[in-house]
Structures are given as C-alpha cells and as structure tokens.
C-alpha cells in the first residue's frame, strides 16, 4: 500500500540558516533529499511534503524556494512544502499574498513548543490563523501536551481553519505517561477542524529498547480520538532518527495497523493527506 508521508525535515546547513540546531547536536549535520528518498521508496512511499525546519526568520522564503528547486529535480517523490511563517508579526498578511500564488505551498506551521505560551493567545497572532481559512491552507500545530489547550483555544477561535495537530501532541512516550495527555487528547478531537498526525511519536521513546508496544497506547488513542477520517502519516524524518531508522519506523507503523481494515489503513497512510493538502 503505498505511503504519503507528510513530514519530511530537509536540513543543509551550507544553504539555511537553523538556530535551535547550535544547541542540539544530534540533528546538527547535513539531512539530504536523496539519503532519504532512497530508503523512503524501498518502504513503499509515494508521495512525500517537506516540513519546515524552524529556519532562522529571514530565511523562510529561501527555504521554501530551495525546497521547490529539489521538487522540480527527475523522478522527485516532494510534491509540496508545508511553509513556516511568523503569525505573531504584523508583516503576516504581506508575507501570505506573496506565496498566495505558489501552489507548491500547501501549508504553515509555526512552532508553538520553543516559544511563549502566551505567544498563540495574542489578537494578532489569531486574527493572522484566521486568515489561512479563506486560502484552505492547513495550519500544524507543534506543540507539548501542556500547550494542547493553546490548540484548542486556536481551534475554537479558527473554526474555518484546517488545523493538522503534528507528533499526536508529542506524548511522554518513554516515560509512559499518559495524563494528562489522554484527556487533552479526546477534548481536542472533539473539534471537527483538528486532525492528527501519526508522527515522530517513535523519537520520544526508549532509543534502546522500544517495542511498537511501548507506542501503541499512544498512537490507538488519538485514532480512536479522532478517527479514520482526520488521521494521516508522517515520518518525521530525521528527528525519528534518535531512536529508529526510517524503514524501522514505517515496520512499527504497519505492525501497530495490524488487523486494521485495508480501508482503513489506506486513509491514515495516504487517503487523507491527499483530501487535507489536495496532492
């Protein structure tokens, strides 16, 4: 069955600048299109959007050109980016007409886990989400399960807003806590214009010792939450790195989608990523 993985992560450091990697040597390296598009075909991925990579403010632009000038290379898997943007700028709705005419842009996200709380709770910050509304372009929320309510106010306050919740909300999976994550969950998938994002859930286990297991009470509740309509896939690639390889990460993907419909199964892995992001 083929793959939609709607998180890809592209990091060159000879060509943007990305200021939380100085203090996170891990990832701190170059992450190429091709190192990743080699193993991502043999697992059976089709279809792949490039997530930004919380580039330094002036070089958002510059990172989604570059991105784009990959995704014009032969036989490219990309087939669009999902930009960064800075909702909390008065600059905001000058920055959304200059890409209003780029279809490659199939989104936004703002990392919202680095920054204040308070950040996601200005007028400005929501009448600018407000505005994604009328372009149908999603908006992914990256945030820690003590922010998931700043999501649900967000969602609340942007209902003709598509909000995609990345990382199921980025649970304490080796730590196997789930509270108040559980409850934050189901309240936010109580909001008909959230879905969530099977991803990266593998980079916040045990690195040496995880089983599809130790993830399966997260990634069932937030289906269950949510449902086979607003969930869709994602590798988080190369952050899911820190504890498994790509090809491993889709092996537990399909082992904790055993004895899933084909039908369901076909919506999560790439049915509704293409409705979402309209691939």
């Not at 580039?55 to 050109?65: L, Q």
């Not at 709705?93 to 703002?110: C, H, V």
Request: hydrophobic letters at 45%; glycine letters at 4%; a negative charge.
């Amino acid at each position: 069955m083929t793959i939609i993985d709607t998180h890809l992560h592209i990091i060159d450091l000879n060509a943007l600048r990305y200021p939380w990697l100085d203090e996170f040597e891990p990832l701190r390296r170059d992450f190429g299109y091709e190192i990743y598009a080699r193993e991502a075909i043999r697992c059976g991925v089709s279809d792949v959007l490039h997530m930004e990579v919380d580039v330094a403010a002036e070089a958002i632009e510059s990172e989604n050109a570059y991105i784009e000038r990959i995704a014009q290379q032969k036989a490219t898997l990309l087939r669009g980016a999902i930009s960064a943007c800075r909702p909390e700028s008065a600059d905001f709705p000058a920055f959304l007409d200059r890409q209003s005419s780029n279809t490659f842009i199939k989104g936004y996200r703002r990392v919202l886990h680095t920054q204040p709380d308070e950040m996601s709770e200005s007028a400005l910050f929501r009448a600018n989400i407000a505005k994604l509304g009328p372009a149908n372009l999603p908006f992914d929320l990256c945030v820690l399960p003590h922010q998931l309510d700043k999501a649900i106010a967000l969602a609340d306050l942007a209902p003709g807003v598509q909000f995609v919740l990345d990382h199921c909300g980025v649970p304490a999976v080796k730590d196997r806590a789930e509270h108040p994550w559980r409850k934050k969950i189901t309240q936010l998938s109580k909001r008909p214009n959230v879905a969530v994002k099977i991803s990266g859930v593998v980079a916040y286990a045990d690195g040496e010792s995880w089983t599809p297991a130790d993830l399966k009470p997260f990634v069932e509740h937030a289906i269950e939450s949510f449902g086979w309509d607003r969930v869709v896939w994602g590798s988080d690639w190369p952050v899911c790195t820190l504890t498994a390889s790509l090809s491993t990460w889709v092996a537990a993907t399909h082992a904790l989608l055993a004895g899933c419909s084909r039908d369901e199964t076909e919506r999560l892995l790439c049915g509704n990523a293409r409705r979402i992001w309209r691939l």
